[in-house]
Structures are given as C-alpha cells and as structure tokens.
C-alpha cells in the first residue's frame, strides 16, 4: 500500500477547563457555552464472522449492489463471469445475476443483457426490480442508466417511465412508492435534475416537487462532480446523500448534504466543515464514500476515504440526524490513513469494510499507532462509540486463491443486509482465509449478542474501597446514606488500583494492564487481561476511573483535570484518543478513587473524605464545584483515599 501523507487530525476533545491552582474548589472557570450528545449503548447482534461457502463467485470487475425478492438474491456489479461455489467453469454472466439466498443455487432463467455496469439495485412496491448503472442499452434496446425488469426472466418492463439521460446512476433506493436516484446525471425523464431525482416507484414517472440540485465539483484536476451514496431514513422523512459536490440548492454544501423529505422536499439547515478539507492524497478529489442510516434513523454514520488529513479522513464517523446547524460527528474513529469505502448500519452495530488494516488509529500514520487494532478491510463498530468490537473476518484468503485471483484490493463496493444476514461486494477474491469471489455473505446465524450494557443503575447499593493486599471494604449506600463497611476478603484481587463494574465484571487496573474479571454476589474472580490490543495503555496511572455510556472517565496523578476514553464492552478495546471532560472548580490532582452513582460523580480525596457533586457529561460544564459536598468524612474504619472504588449494586 503507498505511504500517505498524514496531516494534523482537528482536535476532537473538548474544551479544556483552566486547572484549579490550590484546593479542591475554586470559583468557576469559562466552560464551552453548548452541550453535546452522549448516545446511550444499545443491544448489538453481529452477524457471523465466517462467510457461507454457498456463495457463487464472481471473476473480473467487482459486485457493486445487491438487493432481495422472496428468496433471490440479486448482486449487479462490473464482473464478467459467474460460477457457482464447487463448479470448475465460469458462466459468462455479465454485470448482473440472481441466485438462491439458502443455497447459492444460481437463477438459470434469468438472463437480462446489459452492456455495462450495473451500480445499484431497488425493489419497487409491485415488485419490479429497478437497476441503474453505467449501461446504455438493457436486452439490445437503447435503455441509458436506469431500467425495470422482470424479477424472474430479466425481461424490460416497457410501461415503466424512468430514463436517466444523461449519466451514471449510483443509487437507487425505494422508500414506499418513492424511488430515489443519485449519480452523475443531469437530465431524468427529459427534465433538468442534477445528480438528484425522485420518481414514482411503481411507474417511474417524474416527481416533480423534489427539486433538489446537486453541482459544482470540488476543485480538483479532473474532478467531476457526482452523488455517490444516498440513503433515506426509515421513516422517510430525512435523507442524505454524499458526493463531489460544494452546492446544493444554491447552498454551501460540502459532500454531504441533509435534506428534509417530511414536507416539500427543502435543503435542511445541517452543515459540517468536516468534508471541506483536502485529505493527505490528491487522488481522492471527494472522500465522503458511503453513508447509512440506524435502524430506527436516530443517526446516520459516513464513511471516507482521501489519505489522512485534517477532516474526517480515512475515517468512519456519526451524526444524529435530528441535529440542525453547524455540526460535528458524535464520534470519530481514524484508520490512520487506510481507506473506508463502505458502511452498514444495523441491529446496533456500524459496520465498515475498504482497502484498512487498523480501526482506532488516530494516532498511526500509514503504521499501527498507539491502540490501533488490526482490522484488514472488515470491521464492526460499537454503535455508541466507534470502536472496533470483537467481529475480525478480514479481507485475506490466505493460502487458498485459485490461479488468476486478486487478494487484496482497493474497494469494497457494498456492505447490505440481507434477509438472512450481510453481504459484501468488492474487487477481489478472499475473506476470512477463504475463496470468495468477488463477494461473501455472513450469515446472521452463528453471529452473536451483545447485550446494552452501562454502569450499575440506582441509588442503592454497595461502595467498594481498597483496604489492603487482596482486601476490599463493602460500604452500603442508599441515597447520601453511606453505611457501615464490612471488610470482605478478595485473594484474586491483589496489587489492584483504579476499578469500576460493567454488567457482570469488574475492570481493574493492576499495575499497567487492565484486567477483568468475573464479578457476582460481591466477589472477584481469577482476573485475565482486558485485550491484548491495551497493552500500550498505562492504566496503572488512573487514580480513579468508572464506565458510564461508552466511555472510561478517569483522573490520573498530578493531573488537575478529569479525562475519558472510549471502550467498548465487546473485546474490551480502549479508545486511542484523550479527550478532557470541562467541569468548573474541580481541582481532580487530589483524587483518590471514583465512580458513579445515580447521576452523581463520587470521589475520594488525599484527606480521607468521600465527596459528591451532580455529573452531567453532556453538560457545558459536567461537574460544578460550586456543588460539591462531603458525602463521607474520614473515619477510624475507612477513609476514602484509595484509587480502588466502585459501585455495584450487588
């Protein structure tokens, strides 16, 4: 893979809070002057990392689009061969076949002729099958960029209206009887739409109300301007699309652009500078790639490509979709200068697949950088924070490509979720170690479930504070009611530091590893290291820490500010960036052991007294120090200044 030049990344932390000088409270600090979203974790289901061996296989080109009726499969592309999974010879089936989703079994009575690349597939409400592409005649008649045909022969349906003019059709997607288009054209049915359209699913007639304009490509030698990805939200109402494009409507629109579909069709008032920048290659004139919505259209995740630079790219990030204005991503996860071409949003996980070998490298410039996890062109992101969760299939078919195959190339075309699990079209000929041609499906079963899981919820529960060499004291609590502490013997919990629970385990730091362990009814089990992928992480430094929605907040020694890194649950990855929680007269230098309950930050300081103060981490100021209390003075029995406390409620 050529070196890439690796540009400065824009700082992604927040606002830092000026250190408080002496004490533990001072008056206030400035603080950013708007909040921010914190996606609370969802329940993911991940389809299998082995694809099925059914699948047929494709040679020459790539599979760019897919699509499902009943029990077919259509998977269109630019190859010029078919073969179905076992047999010696390649059918010269071009551009576009139909075959059995349970059993790879290929659709022999459908044969439509197309003459070039077909780019994506959609399914109108009465079932025709809607293709678009780079042809310009469909079973030897003259049909430019976009037909119907018959689902079961592959026969043109006459009657239906759409024609593209005048240049490629990228996407079609159906909402309703509402049938999409995005590409480079600039003429749909003999009337003036730039790179995009609405028509009439069923019939294909023009819809004439969205009159939503594209143009002006960036401004790079040879750039063309185009939409090259297009989704619409489940309910219909929000659609985004990406591309090269600066203008929409007359409006400064930079690769992305959000319309509003709810009413007449209108550019809505969201906008991002992240897209503006130029990235570290001059190959890539536009890098906003792909985009998807969330199952229930709550945010919508975009991938990019472009080289590293001082936008979002190389990279995969999030937006909300119900967020107006000047916008920044929810989160951000960096490749370190590898190319995302693809994303899939569903059942609470992103996945992204491209021409990567690492996720959540913000920190490595064509290299693995400090918490860089390897991922060679497939990877599935935890929904709440983008980090690279425990599915590895890869881009590789090892030792096991026929003579003529290609094991590794620049793009995957397509991830989409079929009725029975993902499937992927791309440019060459191996996954997970195997001879897929061209394409690979992943089975939803043999998948696993990961359950939403966040910090212990409720008021009432247990405090648990270091004491000693495999020692930890269990203090009730029930409200601002701190109880009397109960010494409980833990042999496995030996030399530990800061720790915090999440669902049934218990992370703790003992000395630079992050390790995790089993923990029910008030007992810590034989502790294993977190992943090996944290090595790099010191968590032996953390004077406190605790988990609360995707993310790890800490404090560390000598250090008057209050921190957090993303980790997700599933694989235990640590986040590779920093980012600095704002909070107002909080000096966090003297911390001695954290946690969270019920909405409060607790924390024990270098005098022996456990403090309290309402925690808001998506607040302009998160903690406030004009609000915090002594929730527990020092005592002969216990004195809070131990980095080992959490919360469970057990």
Same mark, same amino acid.
């Given at each position: 893979?050529?070196?890439?030049?690796? !540009?400065?990344?824009?700082?992604?932390?927040?606002?830092?809070?000026?250190?408080?000088?002496?004490?533990?409270?001072?008056?206030?600090?400035?603080?950013?002057?708007?909040?921010?979203?914190?996606?609370?974790?969802?329940?993911?289901?991940?389809?299998?990392?082995?694809?099925?061996?059914?699948?047929?296989?494709? =040679?020459?080109?790539?599979?760019?689009?897919?699509?499902?009726?009943?029990?077919?499969?259509?998977?269109?592309?630019?190859?010029?061969?078919?073969?179905?999974?076992?047999?010696?010879?390649?059918?010269?089936?071009?551009?576009?076949?139909?075959?059995?989703?349970?059993?790879?079994?290929?659709?022999?009575?459908?044969?439509?002729?197309?003459?070039?690349?077909?780019?994506?597939?959609?399914?109108?409400?009465?079932?025709?099958?809607?293709?678009?592409?780079?042809?310009?005649?469909?079973?030897?008649?003259?049909?430019?960029?976009?037909?119907?045909?018959?689902?079961?022969?592959?026969?043109?349906?006459?009657?239906?209206?759409?024609?593209?003019?005048?240049?490629?059709?990228?996407?079609?997607?159906?909402?309703?009887?509402? !049938?999409?288009?995005?590409?480079?054209?600039?003429?749909?049915?003999?009337?003036?739409?730039?790179?995009?359209?609405?028509?009439?699913?069923?019939?294909?007639?023009?819809?004439?109300?969205?009159?939503?304009?594209?143009?002006?490509?960036?401004?790079?030698?040879?750039?063309?301007?185009?939409?090259?990805?297009?989704?619409?939200?489940?309910?219909?109402? &929000?659609?985004?699309?990406?591309?090269?494009?600066?203008?929409?409507?007359?409006?400064?629109?930079?690769?992305?652009?959000?319309?509003?579909?709810?009413?007449?069709?209108?550019?809505?008032? %969201?906008?991002?500078?992240?897209?503006?920048?130029?990235?570290?290659?001059?190959?890539?004139?536009?890098?906003?790639?792909?985009?998807?919505?969330?199952?229930?259209?709550?945010?919508?995740?975009?991938?990019?490509?472009?080289?590293?630079?001082?936008?979002?790219?190389?990279?995969?990030?999030?937006?909300?979709?119900?967020?107006?204005?000047?916008?920044?991503? &929810?989160?951000?996860?960096?490749?370190?200068?590898?190319?995302?071409?693809?994303?899939?949003?569903?059942?609470?996980?992103?996945?992204?697949?491209?021409?990567?070998?690492?996720?959540?490298?913000?920190?490595?410039?064509?290299?693995? #950088?400090?918490?860089?996890?390897? =991922?060679?062109?497939?990877?599935?992101?935890?929904?709440?924070?983008?980090?690279?969760?425990?599915?590895?299939?890869?881009?590789?078919?090892?030792?096991?490509?026929?003579?003529?195959?290609?094991? %590794?190339?620049?793009?995957?075309?397509?991830?989409?979720? #079929?009725?029975?699990?993902?499937?992927?079209?791309?440019?060459?000929?191996?996954?997970?170690?195997?001879?897929?041609?061209?394409?690979?499906?992943?089975?939803?079963?043999?998948?696993?479930?990961?359950?939403?899981?966040?910090?212990?919820?409720?008021?009432?529960?247990?405090?648990?504070?270091?004491?000693?060499?495999?020692?930890?004291?269990?203090?009730?609590?029930?409200?601002?009611?701190?109880?009397?502490?109960?010494?409980?013997?833990?042999?496995?919990?030996?030399?530990?530091?800061?720790?915090?629970?999440?669902?049934?385990?218990?992370?703790?730091?003992?000395?630079?590893?992050?390790?995790?362990?089993?923990?029910?009814?008030?007992?810590?089990?034989?502790?294993?290291?977190?992943?090996?992928?944290?090595?790099?992480?010191?968590?032996?430094?953390?004077?406190?820490?605790?988990?609360?929605?995707?993310?790890?907040?800490?404090?560390?020694?000598?250090?008057?500010?209050?921190?957090?890194?993303?980790?997700?649950?599933?694989?235990?990855?640590?986040?590779?960036?920093?980012?600095?929680?704002?909070?107002?007269?909080?000096?966090?230098?003297?911390?001695?052991?954290?946690?969270?309950?019920?909405?409060?930050?607790?924390?024990?300081?270098?005098?022996?007294?456990?403090?309290?103060?309402?925690?808001?981490?998506?607040?302009?100021?998160?903690?406030?120090?004009?609000?915090?209390?002594?929730?527990?003075?020092?005592?002969?029995?216990?004195? %809070?200044?131990?980095?080992?406390?959490?919360?469970?409620?057990?």
């Amino acid at each position: 893979m050529p070196s890439r030049r690796r !540009l400065r990344p824009r700082l992604l932390t927040r606002a830092l809070a000026p250190a408080a000088a002496l004490g533990l409270t001072i008056g206030l600090t400035a603080a950013p002057a708007v909040a921010v979203y914190v996606p609370q974790p969802v329940a993911a289901t991940i389809a299998s990392a082995d694809p099925a061996d059914f699948t047929p296989h494709a =040679r020459n080109g790539s599979i760019r689009a897919f699509t499902q009726i009943g029990n077919t499969i259509y998977a269109g592309g630019s190859f010029t061969g078919i073969k179905a999974a076992g047999a010696g010879t390649f059918s010269p089936i071009r551009y576009l076949v139909a075959y059995d989703a349970s059993t790879g079994a290929l659709k022999t009575g459908f044969t439509p002729a197309f003459d070039d690349a077909v780019q994506s597939l959609a399914v109108s409400p009465d079932g025709k099958l809607i293709v678009g592409g780079n042809f310009t005649t469909v079973n030897g008649v003259s049909r430019k960029n976009l037909v119907a045909i018959d689902p079961v022969t592959g026969r043109t349906i006459g009657s239906w209206a759409g024609r593209a003019d005048g240049g490629v059709v990228r996407r079609t997607v159906v909402h309703g009887n509402h !049938l999409y288009i995005a590409g480079a054209f600039h003429w749909v049915n003999g009337t003036e739409h730039s790179l995009l359209a609405r028509l009439n699913a069923t019939t294909g007639a023009i819809d004439n109300s969205f009159r939503i304009d594209a143009g002006v490509a960036r401004p790079y030698p040879n750039s063309t301007e185009l939409v090259w990805a297009l989704a619409v939200a489940p309910n219909g109402r &929000t659609v985004v699309a990406t591309g090269n494009f600066t203008k929409v409507n007359g409006q400064n629109r930079n690769q992305v652009v959000v319309i509003d579909t709810s009413g007449t069709p209108a550019v809505a008032d %969201w906008r991002t500078d992240r897209y503006v920048a130029a990235c570290g290659s001059g190959s890539f004139p536009f890098y906003a790639r792909d985009v998807d919505f969330s199952d229930d259209g709550s945010y919508f995740a975009i991938a990019a490509d472009g080289g590293s630079g001082d936008g979002y790219c190389d990279a995969v990030a999030r937006f909300e979709t119900a967020h107006r204005g000047a916008v920044q991503a &929810t989160w951000v996860n960096f490749t370190g200068g590898d190319s995302v071409t693809s994303i899939e949003v569903t059942d609470g996980v992103v996945y992204a697949a491209g021409h990567f070998r690492w996720l959540n490298n913000a920190d490595g410039s064509n290299t693995q #950088g400090r918490g860089g996890v390897s =991922r060679f062109g497939f990877g599935a992101l935890d929904a709440s924070n983008g980090l690279p969760m425990v599915w590895n299939p890869t881009r590789s078919g090892g030792g096991k490509l026929p003579a003529g195959s290609v094991g %590794w190339g620049p793009i995957v075309w397509e991830l989409w979720k #079929g009725g029975k699990g993902l499937y992927a079209g791309f440019d060459s000929d191996g996954v997970a170690g195997e001879y897929h041609g061209r394409q690979a499906f992943f089975p939803a079963s043999g998948g696993h479930t990961v359950p939403a899981q966040d910090a212990p919820k409720g008021s009432k529960g247990f405090l648990y504070l270091g004491t000693g060499n495999g020692k930890l004291a269990k203090v009730p609590l029930e409200g601002a009611t701190v109880g009397q502490p109960t010494v409980t013997s833990q042999p496995a919990f030996t030399n530990g530091g800061a720790a915090f629970a999440l669902g049934n385990k218990l992370y703790w730091a003992k000395g630079p590893a992050l390790n995790v362990s089993m923990f029910t009814g008030g007992n810590v089990g034989a502790p294993w290291l977190g992943s090996g992928y944290n090595a790099w992480y010191n968590a032996g430094a953390m004077t406190g820490a605790f988990y609360l929605s995707g993310r790890m907040y800490y404090t560390v020694a000598n250090d008057s500010r209050l921190f957090y890194r993303y980790l997700t649950p599933d694989g235990s990855v640590i986040g590779c960036t920093t980012f600095v929680l704002p909070t107002a007269g909080v000096n966090w230098r003297g911390t001695r052991g954290l946690t969270w309950v019920d909405n409060r930050v607790l924390f024990g300081t270098a005098d022996g007294a456990l403090r309290s103060a309402p925690f808001d981490p998506a607040a302009a100021v998160a903690v406030n120090g004009a609000a915090v209390s002594v929730l527990a003075p020092p005592s002969a029995r216990v004195k %809070w200044s131990d980095p080992t406390l959490f919360f469970a409620t057990s």
